[in-house]
């Protein structure tokens, strides 16, 4: 039990390590790419902070723990809508844009529907998996061209933070060596995330079920809270820097990247697609769909999170948390 938890915790760094590196690594390189920063920030960086999902999604439907995998992305998805916007809402009111809430935000909650939509018959198969896909390059396209509307300073001092200043040289050398040492973050980032990976889905599932957890819970719970610690420090790091608009973004990004990319890829590289419980299609997708519903009411209102609505948003989290422990008699009720 001890080595599982040692497992649970190096692991959890080794992903946290790894979703920084390919954060700063891809980033850096779009931007040498002379990528917008809007672009950069609400979909290079959230793809980056998604890349501990994708390792995890990818790693356990091959495995054939599919369980985990749907897991994972719904549990994540909740997490992000509801923990980290609410948590860095407490930490101080944000702001939110009008791209995302009038684009990003629906976008977002059509992929929510979708993904219920196509798990409805129990199985998310190969062609469901190519049609995210594709859905997420027609995202990007739309994404890269409204990105190349001139951003707010806000965005800019962001992408500053994570991605350094845009290299200005005539040097072909120093650029040459920019993108080399860019790709070698990038891939050790990925190498942590890999490694990172299977020790977090070891550690967690042999800790998990000691205390009698279902695979499913696991992937709700454990390893969603675990696999959006990127996006967790993120948005946090960015609230409390004052770029308090980057908060949202990150999160209604990587919300739809976990469906369009993390599960799209994965159920295009599984044998047998993802088989989707019927307890997670009828009860935590719904709540999926709901927490989209709600975050968008939340983001429209005076376009601001505030500390009061920071509150409801990790109390519907933690009532989230609760009803999933009781139902699997993780801890004692009184009737």
């Not at 980057?246 to 369009?260: D, E, K, M, Q, Y």
Request: proline share 3%; net charge negative.
């Amino acid at each position: 039990m001890l080595f599982a938890i040692g497992q649970l915790i190096a692991g959890s760094l080794l992903l946290l390590i790894g979703g920084e590196g390919v954060v700063r690594g891809a980033s850096r390189l779009a931007i040498l790419a002379r990528l917008s920063p809007l672009f950069v920030g609400l979909t290079v960086v959230s793809l980056g902070t998604s890349a501990p999902e994708m390792a995890v999604s990818i790693a356990t439907a091959l495995d054939g723990q599919a369980d985990i995998t749907i897991g994972n992305v719904v549990g994540s998805n909740l997490f992000n809508m509801l923990m980290i916007v609410g948590f860095s809402a407490i930490v101080v009111a944000l702001p939110v844009d009008r791209q995302i809430t009038y684009f990003d935000v629906p976008v977002m909650v059509v992929t929510c529907i979708a993904m219920g939509a196509f798990g409805y018959d129990g199985n998310i198969n190969r062609i469901d998996g190519i049609i995210l896909l594709t859905a997420m390059v027609i995202y990007f396209g739309v994404s890269y061209k409204l990105g190349k509307q001139k951003p707010s300073a806000e965005m800019m001092e962001f992408v500053e933070d994570v991605a350094g200043e845009p290299l200005e040289s005539d040097s072909l050398g120093r650029k040459v060596g920019a993108v080399l040492m860019q790709f070698l973050i990038l891939a050790l980032g990925i190498g942590a995330l890999i490694l990172g990976c299977e020790w977090f889905v070891a550690g967690s599932v042999t800790f998990a079920r000691f205390f009698g957890l279902s695979e499913a819970v696991i992937g709700l719970t454990i390893v969603s809270v675990g696999t959006s610690l990127p996006e967790l420090v993120t948005s946090v790091a960015a609230t409390l820097k004052g770029e308090r608009g980057i908060a949202i973004g990150n999160a209604v990004g990587s919300t739809i990247l976990n469906i369009l990319a993390v599960l799209g890829v994965a159920s295009v590289v599984s044998p047998v697609g993802i088989n989707v419980l019927r307890s997670i299609e009828v009860i935590d997708i719904p709540v999926m769909v709901a927490a989209a519903l709600v975050s968008w009411f939340v983001f429209r209102t005076d376009h601001t999170v505030t500390r009061l609505e920071g509150f409801f948003l990790t109390g519907l989290y933690g009532c989230y948390i609760v009803y999933l422990l009781i139902v699997n008699n993780a801890i004692p009720t009184p009737w």
